[in-house]
């Protein structure tokens, strides 16, 4: 059964702590997808950048096709970010007097400079991939940041949604709109361009929201390795995707030894890796789990790639519409 149930969703995101093979089992994924058929767009959202080792060829930031039905980005968070700094500002330009202009623009170049703003712009442009590129592909792939971060992410939509709430309550208060007429909303939005702006980003996040939380048409891949804190931290992950309500469509457990080796170092990590592994049947149950074998080498280029697409998606009965009617 492998991943194959996952061709068929429009968004895919691998995720997992740091070095357990989410750009190699997402890459691998995408290939093997690609090799079936379907459109598929990898987007790395990771600053490291690896899947232009991965590939062995440059990929900007830019869509760029790789092989026939494969095309692939790495989002820029901090050409992402000047952008996304650039455009509140020209916003409120469009909005208030020079002077509100001067003071606001020195306050966004010190907002410019705090961490979290690199996040915002990295989920800004995620959001505009998974909102208005959906259509051009089959499936979206994310091979993303460690766990922490892109539990962080998931997350945000909720957390901005709720202030963007509160902003919105607040501002047609002061347009004293707050009698409630759905008219009367939409014409206010459409005389006032702070409203506006703010009913546009409540537009686009519930729309992500309403993506990302649908299990027919979103899942999220852990990757994990065999080892005691590699298994607590999928473990915590794996809850808290649950509580955000996003669908876990698979578990792969990376860098399983191969059988029948010989020697006293290998049949010591194989009796512990055993442990391990009894203890991920143990502790996670029900998800689908796939079994990716330790390679004599690392994973790079297209030869070696293939050879862990083949143990992510089996090439025939390319899917079962998981739910789908
Ligand atoms: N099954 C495997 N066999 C051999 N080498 C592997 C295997 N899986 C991954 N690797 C190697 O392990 C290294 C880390 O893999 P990868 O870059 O995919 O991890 P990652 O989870 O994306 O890391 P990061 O958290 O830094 O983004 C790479 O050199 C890769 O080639
Ligand atoms: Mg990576």
Redesign the pocket.
């Known amino acids: 059964m492998l991943l194959n149930s996952l061709l068929d969703q429009q968004v895919v995101f691998f995720g997992?702590?740091?070095?357990?093979?989410?750009?190699?089992?997402?890459?691998a994924f995408s290939l093997a997808a690609s090799r079936l058929g379907h459109r598929v767009l990898l987007v790395s959202t990771?600053p490291?950048h690896?899947t232009t080792d991965?590939f062995e060829t440059p990929i900007g930031s830019t869509e760029r096709e790789l092989q026939p039905g494969l095309s692939a980005l790495e989002i820029d968070a901090e050409g992402e970010a000047a952008r996304y700094v650039a455009g509140v500002k020209q916003d409120i330009q469009r909005m208030f007097s020079p002077s509100v202009v001067r003071q606001a623009h020195s306050q966004i170049e010190m907002a410019a400079a705090s961490p979290g703003l690199l996040e915002v712009a990295l989920l800004d442009r995620m959001i505009d991939l998974i909102v208005n590129r959906a259509g051009a592909y089959d499936t979206i792939v994310f091979?993303t940041?460690?766990t922490g971060h892109t539990m962080q992410l998931l997350r945000m939509p909720e957390a901005i949604t709720t202030w963007i709430q509160a902003l919105i309550r607040h501002r047609r208060a002061i347009l004293e709109l707050d009698r409630g007429v759905e008219q009367t909303r939409k014409a206010a939005a459409a005389a006032d361009p702070v409203l506006e702006a703010l009913e546009r980003r409540h537009e686009r996040l519930s729309r992500l929201r309403t993506i990302i939380t649908d299990r027919r048409r979103t899942s999220f891949v852990l990757?994990s390795v065999p080892e005691r804190l590699v298994i607590e931290e999928t473990a915590r992950a794996a809850d808290q995707l649950a509580e955000t309500g996003v669908d876990v469509g698979g578990l792969i457990v990376?860098?399983v030894l191969p059988e029948g080796l010989e020697g006293e170092f290998y049949q010591s990590r194989k009796a512990q890796e055993t442990v391990y592994l009894r203890e991920i049947e143990h502790r996670f149950p029900r998800l689908p789990r796939v079994v990716?074998?330790?390679?004599?080498?690392?994973?790079?280029g297209l030869a070696s790639l293939a050879l862990?697409s083949g143990q992510l998606v089996s090439p025939e009965g390319a899917s079962t519409r998981r739910g789908k009617h």
Do not use: E, L, M, W
Request: with cysteine; net charge positive; charged share 25%.
């Open positions: 997992g702590k740091g070095g357990v093979g989410k750009t190699t089992c997402s890459s990771d490291a690896s991965i091979d940041a460690p990757v990376n860098r990716v074998h330790q390679r004599p080498r690392d994973v790079y862990v």
